[in-house]
């Protein structure tokens, strides 16, 4: 028992030292298991970890991963986004604050199209940030909206980050990406009701355009065929799931079919932009892939030492309040985002938190949310919120990093608000997905 906890605390004080010197999660949580494996069972028990290797690169769940990422990456090599942008410019520019909404109402059709996080934000950086700046809009405020309308796609499916989690806390992949889409508007309404009110208690913060000759009411319901094609990819992935047609993984394989079809219309379609989007796969999924494969190394080590079993008899065994546990979770996955990408806080942290949570007789799935939201404010929180360096890449002269820190404060408490909001009214999660299942039988 002395010898599995010496182990525990080597390992636990490994990660964070190799995690603090600035090494690859995939190959720092590897070595941990690797060393402790050795360590504890001989270089005979490493058989354990080839086949969790090999269970992990034969899953059939996980091939939705590269399908989503290769429909995401062509999306956005085509000229899609730019259409929306112009026609979210032609509706929404007459008010204050409008840009800002309309780059909001965006980030959550992209969301819904391609659950890419930095699609969203690097498109939005370049065409709707220097809009917004050469209007008069207030820096941080025009930062902050992109940042946090970015992260919409970590919730809102089809989600990568649903998927990693769905597999690991092996819940169904349809039920979660239902759990996500009321919460995922609630969180855009969010943001767009603050954006709206501050506006309007301020206008200087993002003035109107003077505009002599209003638009016409026809060349804004022409723009409007801009819709056609992201409508087209929502409904044919999520509506393939939810009529029974196809499984999520095979609903990403029609996503992909949806966006090559909406990339010839566009007519953006090209060999070259197939092999750079299918290089951008290659890439993204190479490192997902060999993050799971050390976390599932480091966690069955865990596992195997009686690290689980004896982390849930301290919690079982304590007279707090289930709440409190909770919070404590919450507050070390927001913690751990400041440092970790969110795969890796799902892979290291789900096996670890789930049995708890099943323990404390909470529901899964809504825990599944409210870890999807943590991670959105991982994205956006200072110093190494994953947007910040997204958008980082494409700030024009004169605006730092400063005022990227100070735009994404106001958007980082409401979604604390809105993660309150879910933990006292988990029905608002549940919901929709409890409906589509009673539908379904």
Request: with cysteine.
């Amino acid at each position: 028992m002395m010898e599995s906890t010496l182990i525990l605390a080597f390992m636990f004080l490994s990660l964070i030292a190799f995690m603090l010197s600035g090494a690859g999660l995939a190959f720092v949580l590897g070595a941990i298991a690797f060393i402790s494996t050795i360590l504890l069972w001989g270089p005979s028990a490493l058989i354990v970890a080839v086949l969790n290797t090999f269970e992990t690169m034969t899953s059939e769940s996980l091939m939705a991963i590269p399908l989503y990422v290769l429909m995401a990456s062509i999306l956005q090599k085509s000229s899609i986004i730019d259409a929306l942008y112009d026609a979210m410019e032609t509706w929404f520019s007459g008010v204050n604050g409008g840009l800002a909404v309309g780059t909001i109402a965006i980030c959550t059709l992209l969301a819904a199209m391609t659950g890419v996080v930095g699609a969203a934000v690097a498109a939005m950086g370049i065409l709707a940030l220097p809009a917004m700046l050469s209007r008069g809009y207030y820096p941080p405020l025009a930062l902050g909206a992109i940042c946090a309308g970015g992260t919409l796609g970590i919730l809102i499916p089809p989600s990568v980050v649903t998927i990693v989690y769905a597999i690991t806390a092996q819940i169904s992949i349809g039920k979660m990406f239902a759990a996500g889409i009321v919460p995922g508007i609630i969180l855009a309404s969010a943001y767009v009701l603050y954006i709206l009110v501050r506006t309007w208690l301020n206008p200087a913060l993002a003035p109107k355009p003077d505009q002599s000759v209003p638009i016409p009411l026809r060349v804004k319901l022409s723009k409007l065929k801009s819709l056609i094609l992201p409508a087209f990819v929502v409904v044919g992935v999520l509506g393939s799931i939810y009529a029974g047609i196809a499984t999520p993984t095979e609903a990403a394989a029609v996503g992909v079919l949806g966006a090559a079809i909406s990339a010839i219309v566009t007519r953006r379609l090209s060999a070259s932009m197939l092999s750079e989007a299918a290089t951008d796969t290659l890439r993204v999924t190479a490192m997902i892939l060999w993050i799971t494969i050390g976390a599932r190394a480091f966690i069955s080590v865990f596992v195997a030492t009686g690290g689980a079993d004896s982390l849930l008899g301290f919690v079982e065994n304590l007279e707090a309040s289930r709440w409190l546990i909770l919070g404590v979770m919450v507050l070390v996955l927001v913690f751990l985002g400041l440092f970790l990408d969110e795969i890796g806080i799902i892979l290291l942290c789900v096996p670890v938190f789930l049995p708890i949570i099943i323990a404390l007789d909470f529901d899964p799935l809504w825990f599944g949310v409210l870890f999807m939201i943590t991670a959105q404010m991982a994205y956006i929180t200072p110093p190494f919120g994953y947007t910040l360096f997204y958008l980082k890449g494409v700030l024009p002269e004169g605006i730092g990093i400063g005022q990227v820190y100070r735009g994404v404060v106001p958007f980082f408490l409401i979604q604390v608000v809105v993660l309150i909001l879910f933990a006292v009214f988990p029905g608002l999660v549940t919901w929709l997905p409890e409906a589509l299942n009673a539908n379904a039988r």
